[in-house]
């Protein structure tokens, strides 16, 4: 009884991430979530570890929480010349299509292809190809 309360929990929980939620960091998150839950408590917790880290991969963003800092670093060592940019570096500004260098992310980050990264006000920012930002990488 109690393992089909726990299964429909975890079913329940990864239903109703939202769209714009299934990223990457999602996707990555489930996948550690239910092998990790799955070697400590069989089946059942890799039902419940999946849901978990499914929505912990999502707070991460698009890289997921553990490639974060590994990215920033990869960044920083690239000496990449930064954009000054005059508003919010925030997810949901657009950049302009000149004057700013747009690189590809290496494919070790997993990242969906079209994604590509920048430097504006010295923070690494993650954009998809209509140069919007989606990620800032902090």
Avoid: C, W
């Avoid at 726990?6 to 239910?34: C, M, N």
């Avoid at 991969?57 to 698009?62: M, R």
């Avoid at 010349?81 to 508003?87: A, F, I, L, V």
């Avoid at 747009?102 to 590509?116: Q, T």
């Amino acid at each position: 009884m109690s393992n089909r309360i726990l299964i429909a929990a975890a079913a329940a929980a990864l239903l109703t991430l939202p769209v714009t939620a299934q990223a990457q960091g999602t996707v990555r998150g489930a996948e550690r979530g239910a092998a990790e839950g799955g070697a400590a408590a069989g089946p059942v917790g890799a039902i419940v570890g999946g849901a978990v880290g499914a929505a912990t991969g999502t707070v991460g963003g698009i890289l997921g929480v553990d490639d974060r800092p590994r990215f920033r670093s990869y960044v920083e060592g690239r000496k990449v010349k930064s954009y000054r940019y005059d508003q919010d570096v925030r997810v949901g500004a657009t950049l302009p299509t000149s004057g700013v260098t747009y690189y590809d992310v290496p494919d070790e980050y997993r990242v969906k292809p079209g994604y590509r990264y920048t430097v504006v006000n010295e923070r690494p920012v993650l954009v998809d190809s209509g140069h919007r930002i989606v990620e800032v990488i902090d």
